[in-house]
């Protein structure tokens, strides 16, 4: 079965600073990886996704992340915080890579918070 | 293009009510999923539709059901609403031409049992 760990409940930067939020999985085969965004009082939307197309993923707003089979681990960077940046963040593994029918599994999310 | 809507955004039930949560998209998508969200426990899967007529439980199915009326349309009903149900619901939607996994999601209604 195919799971997810945020490491990490809360995440504390200031603006200009490097973010890290890590996740590592769990997966039979090479999963299809996620990361989502969900700014205050807001739906979730899509920031990057992995299809092992490239292990280095490049998102919206500066955001990447890189596969690494290895360490089981798919980490959420971006080189400079910025305050719209503040928000939750989940990593998301699909079960099923091949079809469209498949659910998403979520870690239990990453609140970011960045100072000014 | 609304994308993927939702109603109510809020609402108050007591103990034993029961309400219907309407989700509506308008991407063509095959599938629909309803998700609740709760603090340190990430979004979990109610049901889901992976086509219009059929419904399948996901995690947490139990106290829910649901309805995929049309290719358009996902309802979720709570027959008789419990404290624990307190939670921020999700519609999303799943396309055929998009990467597995590739979800949509609409902005929420909040649920408040008391």
């Known amino acids: 079965a195919q799971s997810v760990t945020q490491l990490d409940s809360h995440v504390s930067v200031s603006e200009g600073t490097p973010v890290l939020l890590r996740c590592n999985y769990s997966?039979?085969?090479?999963?299809?990886l996620f990361w989502y965004v969900q700014h205050p009082n807001k739906g979730l939307q899509l920031l990057l996704k992995y299809t092992s197309a490239a292990t280095l993923v490049k998102g919206i707003n500066g955001f990447e992340a890189e596969f690494k089979k290895s360490e089981t681990s798919f980490h959420l960077t971006k080189p400079s915080a910025h305050m719209s940046d503040a928000a939750e963040y989940f990593c998301?593994?699909?079960?099923?890579?091949?079809?469209?029918?498949?659910?998403?599994?979520f870690g239990q999310g990453t609140t970011l918070q960045v100072k000014p | 293009n609304a994308g993927v809507t939702q109603t109510p955004k809020f609402q108050v039930l007591k103990t034993g009510q029961s309400m219907t949560l309407q989700c509506a998209q308008d991407m063509n998508h095959n599938s629909m999923y309803w998700y609740r969200q709760d603090p340190g426990m990430g979004l979990r899967l109610i049901y889901y539709s992976a086509s219009e007529g059929t419904t399948d439980k996901g995690e947490v199915p139990n106290g829910y059901n649901v309805s995929r009326l049309n290719k358009r349309e996902f309802s979720l009903r709570l027959e008789s609403a419990a404290p624990s149900q307190t939670s921020v619901y999700f519609c999303a939607t799943q396309g055929t031409g998009g990467l597995p996994g590739e979800q949509f999601f609409g902005p929420g209604t909040r649920l408040t049992v008391l």
């Open positions: 997966s039979s085969y090479s999963p299809s």
């Open positions: 998301v593994v699909s079960d099923d890579r091949s079809s469209n029918t498949g659910k998403l599994i």
